[in-house]
């Protein structure tokens, strides 16, 4: 069984830096199969392999001010999710996007959000430890329900 998780990982990773673009390929190659599995796993459906979203499914994440914002905020979307309208560039997004908290530990969603981070921020964001998810996962306490964007914007 663990050996076909890693050939799908080193798979999904070669996948993606295959798609990427020149100017792309340096930020996906620097970064972990591990990461970009899990991104092909739990966000690829809905915000696509290129991170340019599926049609009105998801905001993109290419260039998107919400993944190149401070880590904590991307971590508690991805840990909570969000719900209600979200502006990414000039478009808005009235959907709701599922935490992956629960699913998730603090370094795998440390890889993840490295990997995101690396690959669609402009420039390419540091990469998030598990430290700061766990802090942040702390700081939430028992919070069960999505954010909502005033919420995440007004959050330190």
């Not at 919400?66 to 009235?94: C, F």
């Not at 959907?95 to 795998?108: H, I, K, V």
């Not at 964001?125 to 700081?139: D, F, K, L, Q």
């Amino acid at each position: 069984m663990k050996s076909t998780t890693v050939i799908f990982a080193a798979s999904c990773f070669a996948a993606l830096a295959a798609a990427a673009g020149p100017q792309d390929r340096s930020a996906v190659t620097g970064h972990s199969a591990a990461g970009a599995a899990l991104y092909e796993k739990h966000c690829a459906s809905c915000h696509g392999g290129d991170g340019l979203a599926m049609d009105g499914e998801a905001p993109r994440l290419a260039a998107s001010s919400w993944v190149a914002g401070p880590e904590s905020r991307l971590i508690r979307i991805v840990m909570h999710g969000v719900r209600g309208p979200i502006t990414v560039g000039t478009e808005v997004h009235d959907r709701e996007m599922p935490g992956f908290g629960s699913r998730l530990s603090d370094e795998s969603m440390a890889l993840l959000l490295s990997y995101v981070r690396a690959r669609w921020s402009t420039p390419p964001g540091a990469p998030i430890t598990p430290e700061s998810v766990g802090r942040v996962r702390a700081a939430a306490g028992s919070r069960t329900r999505y954010w909502t964007v005033e919420e995440l914007l007004n959050e330190p």
